[in-house]
T-cell receptor, first 116, second 111 residues
């Protein structure tokens, strides 16, 4: 159990457009989901924490108006990159926390975003 | 804030030998450290968690140690196989319950 999926697995878009990435916990309910970004040969960087039914908490330096997060249900969180630019090209990975234990986080397979 | 340091240089190990990867933290002693495996173009896969009060944790061919004096965790893979080739990430609790990761060590097991 504890499978997290992401959709799409990759996306190419033009500069200035918006892209939505979905993160789903398939076999458990996740009150908390996390969004990370990973540039080539770099570590995963936490962008924001998404709590079901409330506003997301963003890490310092992450623009909340650019990276819109919606956690509308216990199994789905979405990240929308608005007015994407080439520098937003990256590997976006979500994770979902099962239960109240902060230890148990399960990661999705990631979404490769390329902005032309 | 906590900083996790890993040797991001590639580590080449002969098949059958033990691979040892290092993770150092710079500030306060974290309550736990986690180790993940990441394959190219994929999300991290959880391997092991070791708590501050645990010296050692094992799972099949994997062993993790936690030394609060050295501010270090070691990750060992015994009887290494080419299929063990991947990037291994060390992480601990970061902001708002998310994780802070190191850059990872790229392990290559040569047949």
């Amino acid at each position: 159990g504890a499978v997290v999926s992401q959709h799409p697995s990759w996306v190419i878009c033009k500069s200035g457009t918006s892209v939505k990435i979905e993160c789903r916990s398939l076999d458990f309910q996740a009150t908390t989901m996390f969004w990370y970004r990973q540039f080539p040969k770099q570590s995963l960087m936490l962008m924001a924490t998404s709590n079901e039914g409330s506003k997301a908490t963003y890490e310092q330096g992450v623009e909340k108006d650019k990276f819109l997060i919606n956690h509308a249900s216990l199994t789905l969180s979405t990240l929308t990159v608005t007015s994407a630019h080439p520098e937003d090209s990256s590997f976006y990975i979500c994770s979902a926390r099962r239960g109240s234990s902060y230890n148990e986080q399960f990661f999705g397979p990631g979404t490769r975003l390329t902005v032309l | 804030s906590q900083k996790i340091e890993q040797n991001s240089e590639a580590l080449n190990i002969q098949e059958g030998k033990t691979a040892t990867l290092t993770c150092n933290y710079t500030n306060y002693s974290p309550a736990y450290l986690q180790w993940y495996r990441q394959d190219p173009g994929r999300g991290p896969v959880f391997l092991l968690l070791i708590r501050e009060n645990e010296k050692e944790k094992r799972k099949e061919r994997l062993k993790v140690t936690f030394d609060t004096t050295l501010k270090q965790s070691l990750f060992h893979i015994t009887a290494s196989q080419p299929a063990d080739s991947a990037t291994y990430l060390c992480a601990t609790r970061g902001g708002a319950d998310g994780l802070t990761f190191g850059k990872g060590t790229h392990l290559i097991i040569q047949p």
